[in-house]
């Protein structure tokens, strides 16, 4: 039983096909998935599928391309989206240096505002990071995260960058990345952080696993970053699966805690 941690089956791609898409997925063995909602389209797209199926939990939250368009509206609206059953997280949020789409102080301030709101409401969060290491390291470590607890989500750092994010008392999760031949650090991570502390994901539709690299993803490729994980790791495709299912489910507080 796979957890797919962060996955977009709210976006446009998936319109044409999604029940086939999710009976592929339980199919592969995928028992639960995170659909991650990031502006007003997408979230309200995660909210109504997490009520919809039975194996789908939201988490919701603004991009960090999205940060110039954040409003005390919206943020108001956020606040009370977050309080929906079913939603485990808060995000995704963070930097994107890459696009820069708003000034690095803008994202900043908008990503410490949405860490300040998973304090207030006891959320965990999952954070985008891309060309932003050491300023997410940064604002992570001011944040006094470990009081929430919170996602790497698709973490594509090395196994030191891992454990200062360990440090901070983060979980690692792992996309399609780690199947790709060229990511040797990142093999390296997943070879080395504690079993406690690594989630798996698909963050469908981009970012496909080998042998599906460069085509749309989805949630029943989780199924081959387990398979890499447990052949790094020299375990067993159900000891992976089942060790990342219940982290997935201790951090989103599923099951005993009744949380969702």
Known sequence: MIFDTHTHLNVPQFEDDLPEV???AKEAGVSEMAVVGFDTPTIEKSLAL???HEMIYSIIGWHPTEAGSYTPAIERKLQEDLLTTKVVALGEIGLDYHWMTDPKEVQEK???????????LHLPFSVHMRDALEDTYRILKEEKVHLTGGIMHSFSGDAEWMKRFLDL??????SGVVTFKKTLELQEAAQQVPSEWFLVETDAPYLAPVPYRGKRNEPA???FVVEKIAELR????????GITRRNAHRLFKIGDTNAG
């Open 22 to 24: 999710l009976n592929r």
């Open 50 to 52: 997490s009520q919809e």
């Open 169 to 174: 008392g983060l979980h690692i999760s792992f």
């Open 234 to 241: 020299e375990e067993s495709v159900e000891t992976i699966a």
């Open 221 to 223: 490729y989780t199924r």
């Open 110 to 120: 908008i990503f410490r505002r949405q860490l300040a709101i998973a304090r207030e």
